[in-house]
């Protein structure tokens, strides 16, 4: 008892001693962080290029693993020559505005940046503002066809629908990096079987101011279908696929494959501009190096449960009569559907799904001749718009328009080339395809709704597909604390 009391009494001291010589400590009034909300000027709008194809064979000409590039890419260009702008041209060529709108084209041997500088920072950026595109006509014996892809701004994240790396199909990635900045690259690839878990996905070096080729084969040798997504880390990229095929020993087919959009339930492909079907029918039938040539949807589907899709296809008149396609893709793979029955004419594919997937739509031509080919393009699900958008089309070969309206009513499309316009009235869930201009810009100015379009490019039965896109950058109001 007597130590209980002791150790209390002494604990008790301690208490006062502490209290009585700590040393005075001054209670500060938190500090009050005063904030103020500043505009951020978007920056200057960027596009680019990837430049012109890629063979392999390296300088010897006989190295598996290494690619140089061949050739030229054709850039068209349009901008709009606002005054208080300057365009940089992929050479480094400055052009001041001066109220006049501005179509060119260019010609590059490596990738290529197109900027308008904006030294006032609030112009309204897009494709008004600059669209540009390229395409590369290949008539050799290790590449035969027209590759067409738009100009895009860097980013972080791309989907890529599309390719194979079968027998015989050789499909390239290929990384840009036009920022100063080095990117580090993560990808996941997805096939028929599901995803990749091949070692190599990660950690994939573009440094700032290059390009990176990789062959998708060594990753997923002998996937019939491809769906590859990129991740970037540091420094933006743009990225794209190219693919070509090889039947027997003659290169006969060649593509860009372009980003994608985000996954969705429903989807518009206008531009299925069918030719050369009956050709088309009878070497796939007769030949298995053909046995790709042939109209086709395929579908991925990111989410853990299986999608019901109906793809609808509908010619454009009266004369065309299209097809229904009720079918199932089972999720985290990838799926091909043949879209059979298509005689020549043009059409528009519209898609449904009951959970949200990715898509693309492989178009097919062919010719029997003394001159065969055979050669496709890979189109992306199009953009909706209601404002006003612009595209450039390319000089050469003959290009044409698909205006698609996906509403309930019907919508005025005012087109603007030069100083021709032109009024088309797209009715609810029609299509309509104008000739393009050769080497002029267009404005697509819709009224009443929204439309969806792509330019198809045709040189000598050989083609390409351009989205009409609006690429711009976003700037907007941001909170500073002061302290």
Known sequence: MILRILRALVFATGLVAAFLYAPNHILVPAVQVKT????????????????????????????????????????????????????VSGHGDKTRGFGVRQTSTDHFKAAASITVLDSSGSLTQGSQLLSANQIQYMNSKSMRGLLGAPCIRSRSEFWLVGGSASVGREALLVLTNPTRVDATVDLEIFTENGISHSAGLSGISVRAGRSAVLPLASFVFRSESLTVHVLSHGGSITALIQQKAVRGLSAAGADYIAPAGEAVLQSVFPGILVRGSADSEKLSSANDNYSDVQQLLRVFVPGTKDAKVTFEVNGSNDKTFGTVLSVTAPAGKVSDFKVSGLADGDYVGFLKSNVPVLSGFRLVRSKISAASYTDFAWLNPAESFSSTRYISVPAAGIS????????????????????????????????????????????????????????????DGRIAAIPVLDEKNIGGKVEVSVF
């Open 36 to 87: 103020s909300e500043q505009t951020v000027s978007a920056k200057d709008l960027k596009v680019t290029c990837s430049g012109p194809v890629y063979l392999g064979g390296g300088t010897s000409g006989t190295s598996i693993s290494s690619f140089k590039r061949n050739g030229r890419s054709v850039i068209s260009q349009s901008y709009s020559g606002i005054s208080g702008s300057t365009l």
């Open 400 to 459: 044409k328009l698909s205006l698609v309206n996906p509403g309930k009513v019907p919508v005025q499309v005012l087109l603007t080339s030069g100083s021709l316009t032109f009024k088309h009235l797209v009715t609810a869930g029609a299509e309509v395809v104008v000739l393009a201009p050769a080497g002029q810009a267009i404005g697509i100015n819709p009224s009443g709704g929204s439309i969806q379009s792509n330019l198809i490019v045709d040189i």
